[in-house]
């Protein structure tokens, strides 16, 4: 999600905000919150002629990404961003109790182990080895 939306560089975030379809990105990308995950993209305000044209741009620059895959560098620096992001746990103006809470309902409710998702260092070596 972070790679293909997550800064004005992504390249499907790029190639949607350059194509001139639409005046901005619209949908969150990856929602994986419900017991379905749903990946959501597209752009607000386009005309209704354009639609299919939005619909083909994401499905065609998806394929480009799956074929071509990111590079190690950029999988790298995604993956530093949202390590820091998930250990510094910073919510804003946001209860940070209230914060850890909605997390951990997320896997609670469709009966998987509420800690797992607020437990950020213990699920995080995985990705090093």
């Not at 619209?26 to 209704?48: H, I, R, T």
């Not at 469709?110 to 995080?124: E, G, L, R, S």
Request: glycine share 12%.
């Amino acid at each position: 999600d972070y790679l293909l939306l997550g800064t004005p560089a992504a390249p499907l975030r790029k190639a949607l905000n350059d194509s001139g379809l639409g005046a901005a990105l619209v949908g969150g990308g990856m929602d994986d919150e419900l017991k379905q995950p749903v990946f959501s993209v597209g752009l607000k305000g386009v005309e209704a002629d354009k639609v299919d044209a939005v619909e083909q741009l994401v499905l065609d620059k998806l394929k480009e990404l799956a074929e071509a895959g990111f590079t190690p560098g950029a999988i790298e620096a995604a993956v530093n961003t949202i390590e820091f992001s998930l250990r510094e746990n910073n919510t804003g103006s946001f209860p940070r109790g209230l914060s850890l809470m909605l997390r951990a309902v997320g896997a609670w409710i469709y009966d998987k182990d509420p800690y797992t998702p607020i437990q950020v260092t213990k699920n995080q070596g995985f990705l090093y080895g």
